[in-house]
T-cell receptor, first 113, second 123 residues
């Protein structure tokens, strides 16, 4: 199984600050077949189910604000929020879909200072 | 807009079978090209993929749960179901159903997700 590790476990930032969350799969999720990274990011706000933010590591889902960006390749990925807003308080998860079983990171809880 | 809603008992006795159904609205299972999946999150633990089913009946299961999981799909009722047998307290979790998209022939990300339902295993 591919183990997915996120860091940090929690993050407390001020409004307007830049927040970065890291995601490290235990093996590369970059396909040599199509040169795509098989990684997604989700946001789960309190009382809501996870919502898709990015797929193929950096393709933003429709409706996701452009202050969110996804990057990285292989075994190191980042989710960045360029200017933190109050509504960004949530738990963020990454998920690899390179090979089953499809596994998730443990989540990063983002709070406002 | 596609929406998923799970239903089923919130309390299951140890050694019993957990049964949940996910009803899809705003779209048709029968004409969709994607998989339909189940994910759970025990209290304080990580999200765990359980399994996914295609409308043809093809299934994908997590190896850690495969011996206890049965997935089925009913395209006439636009719903799919999960059965987890021989449950224990460790199966207590929030259970989600979700569309498990297919891209380039592979099952990929999950979108959208249901609200989630808490199932407690206790006598």
């Amino acid at each position: 199984d591919i183990v997915v590790t996120q860091s940090p476990d929690s993050l407390t930032m001020s409004l307007g600050e830049r927040a970065t969350i890291n995601c490290k799969p235990s093996q590369s999720v970059l396909s040599t077949f199509n040169n795509k990274n098989y990684l997604a990011w989700y946001q789960r706000k309190p009382g809501q189910p996870p919502k898709l933010l990015f797929y193929w590591a950096s393709t933003r889902e429709s409706g996701v604000p452009d202050r969110f960006s996804g990057g990285g390749s292989g075994t190191y990925f980042t989710l960045t929020i360029s200017s933190l807003q109050a509504e960004d308080v949530a738990v963020y998860y990454c998920q690899q879909y390179y090979s089953p079983p499809y596994t998730f990171g443990q989540g990063t809880k983002l709070e406002i200072k | 807009q596609l929406q998923l809603q799970e239903s089923g008992p919130g309390l299951v006795k140890p050694s019993g079978t957990l049964s949940l159904t996910c009803t899809v609205s705003g779209g048709s299972l029968g004409t969709d090209i994607h998989y339909w999946g189940w994910i759970r999150q025990p209290p304080g633990k990580d999200l765990e993929w359980i399994g996914s089913i295609y409308t043809s009946g093809t299934t994908l299961y997590s190896p850690s749960l495969e011996s206890r999981v049965t997935l089925s799909v009913d395209t006439s009722e636009n719903r799919f179901s999960l059965k987890l047998s021989s449950v224990a307290a460790s199966d207590t979790a929030i259970y989600y159903c979700a569309r498990h998209l297919r891209r380039e022939g592979s099952a990929v990300w999950f979108d959208p997700w249901s609200q989630g339902t808490l199932v407690i295993v206790s006598s």
